[in-house]
């Protein structure tokens, strides 16, 4: 089977003054699809970066990327645009909507890039949305809706598309702790309809609900594993890495 | 992406921002308005003018002899015989003598102008008898002191009906033969306010008693330039010299003096037009804050699978519509200018000069701010495109 995800011994390095910083110190992992992981570090840990070149909004300095058995590591802007459209859903800690268009607008963004026929794209955001409840809210902006509402808006923008991958950047980041544990309760529905999902997070906790966690510190991988017996490390509060 | 999504997209975001929207388009909303008045008061201005030469007759030839010494001379035989050699170029002729006098009817003067003519002369002006007859022959031999008197003087003084009554000019009187039919609009001082008498009769009664001045009828106006050729060799036989006479041709004076204005305009339109790249950089340098402010937009459009294609289409094509909706209302205004200009063109210089804007012109002024949307949105845009999605989510 071929893993939905393949780093090999992949780096990402930093010129910072006189120095270089390795921000992805060379890492190798496989994610399979159907899988639901967590990538959990602190500030600094190399994580952003990772969730970066997973999202195809970067690419490593060394080191090969396989998106879907594709090396997508020596891509240029247009070719990765594609990837990202095609196999990524993202679901960012800020929401990131559109602010001038409404809800289902926002849920019909990718498919305009991907080429969808207007009525094909209005039938699946419609689809979309009202798996996540927001069928009564198609013609709010965002700006009128909750930050609860506001992220299931933009998980419904992610699988709008039909990606083969979910990836969500701290999406419970900006809610308070009920709405977040109602994001990773549909995160974990979405999981088990047979999607894979690759969550990162400085939270422990959160990281926690996932099936597998894999642990980064400076820039390499610490622990690889499943979330239960996990080595419970006290969460350093960090709060300065959006 | 099509075409015409990128199209709405655009007109949401200029209407989003209307205020701004406007303040961008200005530059191009004066510059295309200006170049249509300009080019619409050309226009009228080579319109009014091909008219009232035609009503005058651009089928004529005015000849003015300047003379040379006393020696030499051309009398009105000469020139008929001159008709009568050429009659496959020339039509008719008329002798024209300006007479000075003062016109009276009753106790009022007038200040009309008084013509000697032949009795070919209103045929050549295509002028029409409304009533009465025409100046004849041998009105001519006789030196009759008759006249033929313009619309204006016949509503005005005789009620349209001055046939049979007297008037005087210059102290001698006069009577009314016949009325022209009116030519434009019976007022003071227009074609319509004029006396025509024999020029035989207007000749003695001047202090000269010469006749300086002739014009001829041409046959076409196609062989205006012959017929001029044909005049002027035979005058230069006479005088022995091409500096005691002067032909002009009525149609040669249009043409110079169309060609002038065609010059005058494009210029005039071509300053209007700086105002049209000036407002093109307007919008570029609007087009660059957006960018800036949109940046987290572009960043999450880059981030959902916008290529650097439909970024930039996104940019150009809202910097072109931005332009073309200016262009659309700079027409609109160049079109109210227009009417305006004609309105208070008819009152201040009470001339009926009308303002047309031409179709060329507006097209010429609509495509051109279409291309220089496109061409200050370009750097914009691809100022956009070039965007790195990770900066662009993470600025704030």
Redesign the interface.
């Known amino acids: 089977m071929i893993p939905l995800i393949e780093f090999r011994d992949l780096y990402k390095l930093y010129p910072m003054g006189d120095t270089v910083v390795h921000a992805v110190d060379g890492i190798s992992m496989t994610i399979y699809e159907g899988e639901f992981v967590a990538i959990v570090g602190q500030s600094g840990s190399g994580k952003s970066t990772c969730m970066n070149i997973i999202g195809c909004l970067d690419v490593p300095t060394h080191g090969s990327y396989f998106l879907g058995g594709k090396d997508v590591s020596k891509m240029n802007d247009n070719r990765l645009a594609e990837i990202r459209n095609k196999m990524i859903g993202f679901i960012f800690q800020q929401y990131n909507l559109l602010a001038k268009l409404n809800v289902v607008e926002n849920v019909e963004v990718p498919m305009l890039y991907a080429g969808v026929s207007k009525s094909e794209r209005r039938k699946r955001a419609l689809e979309v949305l009202s798996r996540v409840g927001l069928s009564d809210k198609i013609k709010n902006l965002p700006k009128q809706l909750s930050g609860g509402q506001q992220q299931r808006v933009s998980i419904a923008r992610a699988m709008a598309g039909k990606p083969k991958l979910l990836l969500c950047d701290e999406p419970t980041g900006a809610l308070d702790s009920r709405t977040g544990k109602e994001v990773l309760e549909l995160l974990q529905e979405i999981h088990k309809e047979g999607n894979t999902v690759v969550l990162i997070t400085h939270d422990n906790a959160i990281a926690s609900k996932a099936q597998r966690i894999i642990r980064l510190e400076d820039g390499k991988i610490v622990y690889d594993g499943p979330a239960k017996g996990a080595p419970k490390q006290v969460s350093v509060e960090d709060g300065g890495e959006a | 992406?099509s075409l015409r999504?990128s199209f709405l997209m655009a007109i949401?975001?200029i209407m989003?921002s209307k205020v701004r929207s406007l303040l961008t388009m200005l530059g191009i909303i004066i510059g295309v308005a200006a170049v249509i008045v300009i080019v619409g008061l050309g226009n009228g201005m080579e319109t009014y003018m091909t008219d009232s030469f035609k009503s005058m007759g651009t089928n004529l030839l005015t000849v003015t002899v300047l003379g040379r010494g006393s020696s030499r001379s051309v009398s009105v035989e000469d020139m008929y015989q001159l008709l009568d050699d050429n009659p496959e170029y020339l039509d008719a002729l008329s002798p024209t003598v300006t007479y000075n006098g003062t016109v009276k009817i009753g106790s009022e003067s007038l200040s009309s102008s008084v013509t000697g003519v032949s009795e070919d002369y209103l045929y050549m002006k295509a002028y029409e008898i409304d009533r009465g007859r025409d100046l004849s022959y041998i009105d001519m031999e006789n030196r009759s002191k008759v006249c033929v008197v313009g619309s204006y003087i016949s509503k005005e003084f005789f009620n349209g009906n001055p046939v049979g009554k007297e008037i005087k000019i210059g102290g001698n009187t006069f009577t009314v033969i016949g009325a022209m039919a009116e030519e434009l609009e019976s007022e003071e001082g227009s074609t319509d306010d004029c006396v025509y008498i024999p020029y035989t009769t207007a000749a003695r009664l001047s202090n000269t008693g010469k006749i300086s001045s002739y014009t001829f009828a041409v046959v076409s106006e196609e062989t205006i330039s012959e017929s001029k050729a044909i005049i002027e060799e035979k005058l230069e036989k006479i005088f022995g010299s091409d500096s005691a006479f002067l032909v002009i041709s009525l149609s040669e004076i249009l043409d110079v003096m169309s060609q002038m204005i065609d010059i005058m305009v494009t210029v005039l339109a071509g300053i209007a037009a700086i105002s049209l790249v000036v407002g093109g950089i307007g919008i570029m340098n609007i087009m660059l804050v957006s960018v800036t402010e949109r940046t987290?937009?572009i960043?999450?459009?880059?981030?959902?699978?916008?290529?650097?294609?439909?970024i930039m289409s996104q940019f150009v094509i809202e910097a072109a519509t931005t332009s073309a909706l200016g262009g659309v209302i700079g027409i609109g205004m160049g079109y109210m200018f227009s009417e305006i200009a004609t309105r208070v063109i008819s009152v201040a210089l009470e001339v009926e000069m009308k303002v047309i804007p031409t179709v060329g012109s507006v097209m010429l002024a609509f495509g051109i701010s279409v291309g220089i949307g496109i061409l200050f949105g370009y750097l914009p845009a691809k100022k956009a495109a070039r965007l790195n999605?990770?900066d662009a989510?993470?600025y704030e």
């Open positions: 992406m999504q949401k975001n989003s987290r937009e960043g999450i459009r880059k981030a959902l699978g916008a290529k650097q294609r439909n999605p990770i989510l993470r």
